[in-house]
């Protein structure tokens, strides 16, 4: 079974610190995602990468950036850690297809982060 | 968007009962794929189904896409309380990029 492995479960921070949340997975994906999750505005993605050194944009990536230098290793970084930062974080992998994706995500358990 | 949409947001049924999860979306798709979130954890996937199928079956779940409608159905038969759960539907195009999701059906089961 593809194992996702999130560094932390709980984390808590304080504001304008760079925070880092750690994803590895351990099937040889090639692609992988962080996503936030918040209460009544369902799961949104930051970042997804489709290899190694390879990362594009989601729906929010403000105050966020990512690293992708080996390919099992997938790191979110909050710049600057801000209160509305404070959120459940989601890390998945995917194996990549030749086209339009039929594989499944994987999913990790989540790191639940609260900036004070 | 390609961002599916899950109906109803909350549903409460006793178990040995049937739970239907429905989704809406957009775009013209690829496959649609269903998800299962148990509270506290990450997702877990269900079913996979395919722009050109109609119906799939995985154990308890029926699952069923009408592309013209642009919907899809999640059926789990006699409940239990092990699928308390949120279900989430993310719809995928021909791209096949990220997952968009929506923000979930929460199915509580009594026992």
């Known amino acids: 079974d593809v194992k996702v492995t999130q560094s932390s479960r709980y984390l808590v921070k304080r504001t304008g610190e760079k925070v880092f949340l750690e994803c590895v997975q351990d099937?040889?994906?090639?692609?992988m995602f962080w996503y936030r999750q918040d209460p009544g505005l369902g799961l949104r993605l930051i970042y997804f990468s489709y290899d190694v050194k390879m990362k594009e944009k989601g729906d929010i990536p403000e105050g966020y950036s990512v690293s992708r230098e080996k390919k099992e290793r997938f790191s979110l970084i909050l710049e600057s850690a801000s209160t509305n930062q404070t959120s459940m974080y989601l890390c998945?992998?995917?194996?990549?297809?030749?086209?339009?994706?039929?594989?499944?995500?994987?999913f990790g358990d989540g790191t639940r982060l609260s900036i004070l | 968007s390609q961002q599916g949409e899950e109906d109803p947001q909350a549903l409460s049924i006793q178990e040995g009962e049937n739970a239907t999860m429905n989704c809406s979306y957009k775009?013209?798709?690829?496959?649609l794929q269903w998800y299962r979130q148990n509270s506290g954890r990450g997702l877990v996937h269900l079913i996979l189904i395919r722009s050109n199928e109609r119906e799939k079956h995985s154990g308890r779940l029926r699952v069923t896409l009408d592309t013209s409608k642009k919907s899809s159905s999640l059926l789990i038969t006699a409940s239990r309380a092990a699928d308390t759960a949120s279900y989430f539907c993310a719809p995928i195009n021909q791209a096949g990029t990220a997952l968009i999701f929506g923000k979930g059906t929460t199915l509580s089961v009594s026992s």
């Open positions: 775009t013209s798709i690829n496959n």
């Open positions: 998945a992998s995917r194996k990549k297809t030749g086209g339009a994706s039929n594989q499944p995500q994987h």
């Open positions: 099937m040889d994906h090639e692609n």
